[in-house]
């Protein structure tokens, strides 16, 4: 990608925040685990803030597919 | 006689014949008498023959007892890590392993239909060592090897065909009861080693738990003999079109044998998915249909991940599988318990001839606990990550591998197996903290990094010259050693020291011409590092003080 997203890694303890994320699930229902992690994006959305930087990833993640 | 007959099956004719061994009437059947041995080791898995043979390199006598009288059959280890071989080279092992076994670096990830790999990882972070990363070799060489050190070691012996019935933990001592073809008998020990495996009668005679999680999976595991120009590297796919949904892994062993595992999920049917036709036909779907194999062994497995709370239980002391289980995929089982005895070995030493306290025990449990610890949660990340347990989890795991195909990042979320790695010690209380300025590299409790020296103008490595005792590293800018360095440690607990320079001149000390130790240590003239015998640091300092390496090495014994 050529736009202003960073791609390089940049969680510097992949293992611990990734069973983090997947634990955060835990116990909740389909529904209940869609809206945390739609608040997780939204958070996270403000956080970065730069607009260019939150279409670029809206635009991948939809070329790329749902599959 | 099966030692697993429970896990899988062979055919006869592809079967790999594996030594048995002879069993003698121990002379204690006749006698009546209970010999009493410094230390019994119970299971002579690879856990029980390295404590032997590690033992007798520090002198004390101990007898293994086998209840079984042949080496490991069945898909077991394969994987041995480079600290493994750097431990049994101490033992004397490694040279025969590195020969026979296939030795590899890397690990490549698939995803899907793609042919090429989403990514590619190399385990050597540290080049110039006397090891890889891992050779493959299967589990019963290793223990073959092990078992032929047997004769050149007289301070211990194997029994086999010497079942452990009975044992009672005394305060003085341990008594075992012994039961064999030609009769019962008892003998008694200062200290009981029980490595008799992740099922440990031992542990059940105590009534101690061993807890933690199954993993609700299956996987079908083959081992095949055929010619094929494969690479020697770790290779696993996620989702592969020859095992849609699921996880599969080849993995070449010595003798032109092959690791193939299949994931094949929870709610199968164990009986049919065993059934030849429906092996061979997941075989053919990955390899094609005109290469010609033979089976070594098949089976089916379940994974679990479980420890005891406490290995070190009065005179009763777990090592390996008995003392804690884990999954295979980071390949921490084996390597995990050799580095058990690593640690276990000469405190049990330095406690039998009353140089250390018994507490220094405890520093067992504290070190080997947290070591745990650490395999278990590595290996358990990494079957999660295989077998997703919900929906949601199954979400981010399709996405992490979508985006690895893209993403550098995404690449590290990725897990396929964390391979074994030594645990680092941190917070032990036998280290002792750092108090001058040193790059975190080598940093108390970490296992020595190797590198390349010469001695007397001849090439060698770094940690050949360690292990087995205590030793005082210093580093000097011009090869010689002043005295007082020289003059740590007592009769009872001897300091070796050796002398570390960067130039030629040095006597009989280590050159170290291409200053890697230097670089790895983070070292300069007068640098003084005190290395346990496992070639753990204990402590380290920019200048040597007599007084603080006594205190190091009271610490570093439980003193
Ligand atoms: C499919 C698979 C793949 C694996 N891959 C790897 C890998 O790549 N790398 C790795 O490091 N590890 C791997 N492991 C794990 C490895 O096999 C074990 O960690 C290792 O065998 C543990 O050694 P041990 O000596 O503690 O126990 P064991 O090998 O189980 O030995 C225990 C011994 O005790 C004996 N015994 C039992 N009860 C008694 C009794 N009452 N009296 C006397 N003797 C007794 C048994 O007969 C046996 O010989 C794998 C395991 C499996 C199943």
């Not at chain 2, 050799?338 to 405190?347: A, F, P, R």
Request: glycine share 8%; hydrophobic share 35%.
């Amino acid at each position: 990608m050529a736009g202003k997203l960073r791609t390089e890694p940049g969680v510097d303890n992949p293992d611990d925040f990734y069973a983090r994320l997947i634990d955060l699930h835990e116990g909740l229902s389909s529904e209940e685990s869609h809206k945390i992690n739609a608040k997780v994006i939204l958070m996270l959305a403000n956080h970065v803030g730069d607009t260019e930087v939150l279409y670029e990833v809206l635009e991948y993640v939809r070329e790329k597919g749902t599959g | 006689m099966a030692k697993y007959g429970d896990t899988g099956s062979a055919k006869p004719t592809g079967r790999q014949a594996r030594r048995t061994y002879e069993f003698v009437k121990p002379a204690e059947i006749d006698s009546g008498e209970t010999t009493h041995f410094p230390v019994i080791i119970a299971g002579g898995g690879p856990i029980g023959l390295a404590t032997a043979i590690d033992l007798s390199h520090h002198g004390v006598q101990s007898v293994v007892l086998e209840k079984h009288n042949s080496v490991s059959d069945g898909s077991r280890a394969i994987c041995w890590a480079k600290r493994t071989l750097e431990i049994l080279d101490r033992l004397g092992a490694s040279e025969r392993m590195v020969d026979k076994g296939v030795v590899w670096n890397q690990g490549w990830v698939y995803f899907g239909e793609e042919t090429e790999p989403i990514y590619k990882f190399d385990l050597l972070s540290d080049k110039e060592q006397k090891f890889p990363a891992f050779i493959n070799l299967q589990q019963f060489y290793a223990e073959e090897y092990l078992i032929d050190l047997f004769p050149s070691h007289p301070e211990t012996e194997i029994r086999c065909q010497n079942e452990v019935v009975g044992v009672d933990n005394g305060e003085d001592k341990v008594t075992v009861t012994v039961k064999t073809p030609a009769g019962s008998y008892k003998t008694s020990c200062d200290y009981l080693v029980a490595a008799d495996g992740h099922r440990s009668p031992i542990r059940n005679m105590l009534g101690l738990d061993f807890t933690g999680r199954v993993f609700e999976d299956n996987f079908l595991i083959a081992d095949v003999r055929m010619k094929a120009d494969f690479p020697a590297i770790r290779r696993f796919w996620f989702d592969p079109p020859f095992n849609p949904g699921q996880t599969s892994l080849i993995h070449k062993q010595a003798d032109d044998v092959w690791r193939i595992d299949f994931q094949v999920g929870w709610d199968i049917d164990r009986e049919e998915v065993m059934k030849k036709a429906n092996v061979d036909a997941k075989i053919r779907a990955f390899l094609g249909s005109d290469l010609e194999f033979e089976y070594e062994w098949v089976s089916l497995y379940t994974f679990k991940c479980c420890r005891m709370k406490k290995f070190v239980h009065d005179r009763i002391i777990f090592a390996g599988d008995s003392a804690h289980l884990v999954s295979p995929f980071g390949a921490r089982g084996a390597n995990g318990g050799i580095q058990d005895v690593d640690n276990l070995v000469w405190k049990l030493d330095l406690v039998l001839k009353g140089v250390a306290p018994p507490r220094l025990l405890n520093s067992y449990d504290d070190e080997r606990i947290l070591a745990a610890e650490e395999n278990v949660l590595n290996s358990s990340r990494s079957t999660d990550f295989m077998t997703p347990k919900s929906k949601v989890s199954l979400a981010f795991r399709n996405a992490t591998l979508e985006l690895a195909k893209d993403f550098e990042f995404a690449r590290k979320f990725v897990n396929p197996g964390r391979l074994s790695t030594p645990s680092a010690l941190d917070g032990s209380p036998l280290n002792t903290p750092d108090e001058d300025e040193f790059s975190d590299k080598q940093r108390p409790g970490l296992p020595c990094l190797d590198a390349p020296v010469s001695i007397n103008g001849a090439d060698d490595w770094f940690l050949n010259q360690l292990g087995n005792r205590f030793t005082g590293i210093y580093f000097s800018d011009n090869g010689t050693t002043p005295e007082k360095i020289k003059a740590v440690g007592s009769v009872q607990l001897p300091v070796d020291t050796l002398t570390v320079t960067k130039t030629k001149t040095g006597g009989d000390s280590i050159i170290d011409a291409k200053g890697l130790l230097h670089q790895h240590y983070d070292a300069q003239p007068g640098t003084y590092y005190l290395i346990r015998p496992d070639q753990h640091v204990s402590a380290r300092w920019r200048e040597f003080d007599r007084d603080k390496v006594s205190k190091a090495l009271a610490r570093a014994t439980g003193r």
